[in-house]
């Protein structure tokens, strides 16, 4: 059984991880508190179902995909469109690809290489397959997809991996990026193939042909976009704050597009693990890593270049046109699908269950997202549909909460929905989704510390949902004072370190600075009040003006004018300003003992005669802290101890030997005592002849 504290601690730490737009607001009631979904972050997370989010913070319909999961197959590296419309996969389990049609997958050629890595169409339809480790080109034609073992076509030097393929129309001949050499190959019909560029880097992982037969290639490592006009000649066309150019695509405007990334950890590498059991290969992104940060970039007709999306927590895998020219991106991590337009407005267009999107067509006569780990084709069958769904995040209040008005903007025919639960993850213990809402109405869901919203786009493919509301109060649990702090008593005695001996004493002040800490789990604005009393006494005084709301945790209290002595202190804190009379809670806890000490101790029975210094220090509180001496016209003060060697009590006696700090003859020396509150005395005596 968990005691208050932690259970408090419990819920502090729960309220804190809450992940959810959660906007704190008294503006219509006290205590009430809203979640506010009107942006990209705070409406994705849930789940898309034929609709889409923008980062203008509006829902609307969205890609509609089928589900075809393909379980042979271990990951997606590489895919092509054929022309009547199949699709073909290139996979990481034994180098297979699959072809995709009519709503079924079966194995349309066999490379036995590890993994299928790069695929192109040229050279009169055929289709080209890359591979790696081995750096082989396999060629057959579009028709034959029997499943049939291939046999390598053309073979390049000094390569193990064969990234990207891209074929030229105009000249006929095709390009392959590949490691580890760096190098770009160019791949006559006959299957020749000459170095056309080596590059600094050791990978060549992307490469794109433009309408003029410029080639575009992205390194790996260093992050280079190179420019290749000619045999040879290349120029850097953008040095990328990152690790790799995954990908590059130019439209028909001569217009280039390329993703980039950084990564973190395993995902710095290239090449997966090899099972030493099978020839399957995993994705290079290690699902233990975290996700790189991706950016996609245009470069205009002149080169101008300008960032269009950017994502620091997730890196992109995949990248395609619509056939209005619109960029789209697969993440590597999420398994989602962003599109952003000129006017630079994202959009979460799909969000997959699987970890990573590897390769997309947004046109042409098959458009599709395949996703891997698991490996899924996800055919696009339209946008929007009957069953088009947004649904939320779970959203977490902290604690158990009662729902107030679910509220909405938006434009068309839209039916909203809730439910709520106790667990972070909807289960068998929620309770049912409610009845449709078409207009705002109160939550009906019961009480619960999560809640979720659902809008249905079925009647209408053209309504738009902007800023969701709901309203909610939690339960008022009482903020707890844990510990108060004032003056010296703010040393931290749990310490192992020995403090300073003979350190510095602080300045003398009738000051005297209170902090204190407090558990707050429903985040309620608080009020406090302070009391003192003197120890032994029955009364406790007020220390703050009754009518001073008082909200921070702590405070400087002027002691002047108090009389000497023990005293403590006591914080009581209030949740009245966040609640009704009948809801408020309290909660008080006093202070170790304070000692007011604002007058400095007294010398008695001071002399001086041969070599010993004797004198008494009396304090009316005490205890002495420090006695020490200097001869006048020097500059150093030299410690004295007690009689008894130790500073414990308010009356200090000393007798020290002094022969080898003051010379003989006379001598004016400067005695000085001084308190634990810093008030210090000095007293001059002499010695003569």
Known sequence: MLSMNAQVRFLVTSLALAACALVVSNADAVGTRRFILDSLKSLEGGDLKGTSITSNGEVRAGLSLANLEIPDASSVWSAIVLKDGTVLLGTGNGGRIYAVKNGKASIAAETGALAVSALAIGFGGDVIAGTFPEGKLFRFPQGKLNGEKLKPWSELKETEDVWSLAFDDKKNALYAATGPEGKLFRIGPEGRAEVHFDSEDSHLVSV?????????????????????????????????????????????????????NSYEGALKGLRPKRSSSSMSAQPSDDRSSRPGKGRLVRFDSRGIVEVMLAKDDTHFVALALDASGVPHVGTGAEGRVYSVDENHIERLVADTEERQVAALALSGPTRFVASSDPVVFHNITGVGGADAVWTSKVLDAGMRAQFGMLEWQGEGTLELET??????????SWSAWSRPMAKPAKVVSPASRYLQIRARFSRDPKAVLREVKVAFVTDNVRALVTDVSAGADKSDTG???????????????????????????????????????????????????????????????????????????????????????????????????????????????????????????????????????????????????????????????????????????????????????????????????
Request: with cysteine.
């Open 419 to 428: 439910r709520s639960g106790n667990t972070d993850k909807p289960d068998d």
């Open 208 to 260: 794109a042909v433009g309408p003029d037969s410029t080639v575009y290639a992205g390194s790996n490592g260093k992050a280079l976009l190179y420019k290749i006009s000619a045999p040879g000649r290349a120029t850097v066309m953008h040095d990328f704050e990152g690790d790799d150019v995954k990908a590059i695509i130019v439209d028909a405007k001569g217009v280039v597009y390329a993703i980039a």
């Open 495 to 689: 310490s192992s370190s020995v403090p300073e001996s003979g350190g510095p004493l602080g300045e003398p002040s009738t000051k005297i600075e209170m902090s204190w800490k407090v558990e707050n789990p429903d985040n309620d604005k608080l009020r406090y009040r302070l009391f003192y009393k003197p120890i032994g006494g029955a009364n406790w005084f007020s220390i703050v003006d009754s009518e001073e709301e008082l909200t921070k945790p702590s405070y400087s209290w002027d002691t002047n004018g108090l009389p000497e002595g023990h005293y403590r202190v006591r914080v009581d804190a209030s949740d009245e300003l966040s609640n009704p009379p009948d809801r408020v809670t309290r909660h008080s806890l006093e202070s170790r003992t304070i000692i007011v000490d604002n007058t400095p101790p007294q010398l008695t029975k001071l002399t001086l005669a041969g070599t010993r210094l004797q004198g008494t220090a009396s304090d009316g509180i005490g205890p002495i802290a420090r006695i020490e001496f200097q001869v006048v016209g020097g500059k150093s003060w030299f410690p004295v101890f007690p009689t008894d060697s130790v500073f414990d009590t308010a009356t200090e006696s000393f007798d020290v030997d002094v022969s080898n700090y003051v010379p003989t003859g006379p001598h004016l020396v400067v005695v000085r005592a001084c308190d634990s509150g810093g008030n210090s005395v000095s007293r001059t005596v002499s010695r003569g002849k």
